[in-house]
């Protein structure tokens, strides 16, 4: 079985400031790897995710993620937020081959000031 | 398109009450979802359909019934609500990718109050 760890339950940053939010993953098999976001009252959106590859991802509103086996992480990183960036973000993972279901982190609140 | 959408919106209810909540989807995907979220505990499935006709248990199926009689429609039943089954409910679905891979596609949820 899979799990995914978010290390942060809450991350406050002001505005253009750069964000790094944390997941790792435990795994025995190969995975694939994805961010959500949950904007405030909405459900949750992709953002982006690993299959194979390029470990650098790169996904919507200027977010991207690095692939690390070694470390078993997906960190997610923008160079600058902006406040409306301020939502809930999910990291998940499913097993890498045929078909399971993907098993979500407990979410990270990214709190954007100015 | 309207993508995944959930009936209702908000419901509260009394203990012992039933209920059905409503997934439908216009995109015609296989696999579809119910999830329950809870501060702090991220989301947890806890019905899943690979296709009509068929269903799954997922991670916290207790308390819940699931059918899907048609491929666009799931739904999610409470037999006997309790305070426990207070939460946000979102449904999702998804159609198999080329490697397995699926992106779930999400409704907007359903906020249930048991009293």
């Known amino acids: 079985a899979q799990s995914v760890t978010q290390l942060d339950s809450q991350v406050p940053v002001f505005e253009e400031a750069p964000v790094e939010l944390r997941c790792n993953y435990s795994?025995?098999?190969?995975?694939?790897l994805f961010w959500y976001v949950q904007y405030p009252n909405q459900g949750l959106q992709l953002l982006l995710k690993y299959l194979s590859g390029s470990t650098l991802v790169k996904g919507i509103n200027g977010f991207e993620a690095e692939f690390n086996k070694s470390q078993t992480s997906f960190h997610l990183r923008k160079p600058s937020v902006h406040i409306s960036d301020t939502a809930e973000y999910f990291c998940a993972v499913r097993r890498g081959s045929g078909y399971s279901t993907l098993t979500f982190g407990k979410g990270t609140m990214l709190l954007v000031s100015p | 398109n309207a993508g995944v959408t959930q009936t209702p919106k908000f419901r509260v209810l009394k203990t012992g009450q039933s209920m059905t909540l409503l997934c439908a989807q216009d995109?015609?995907?296989?696999?579809m979802y119910w999830y329950r979220q809870d501060p702090g505990m991220g989301l947890r499935l806890i019905h899943y359909s690979v296709g009509e006709g068929t269903t799954a248990k997922g991670e916290v199926p207790d308390g819940y019934n699931v059918s899907r009689l048609k491929k666009q429609n799931f739904l999610l039943g409470l037999e006997s609500a309790a305070p426990s089954q207070t939460s946000v409910y979102f449904c999702a679905s998804s159609s198999p990718g080329g490697n397995g891979t699926d992106t779930q596609y999400f409704g907007p949820g359903t906020r249930l109050t048991v009293l």
């Open positions: 995109m015609n995907h296989e696999y």
């Open positions: 795994s025995s098999v190969s995975v694939y």
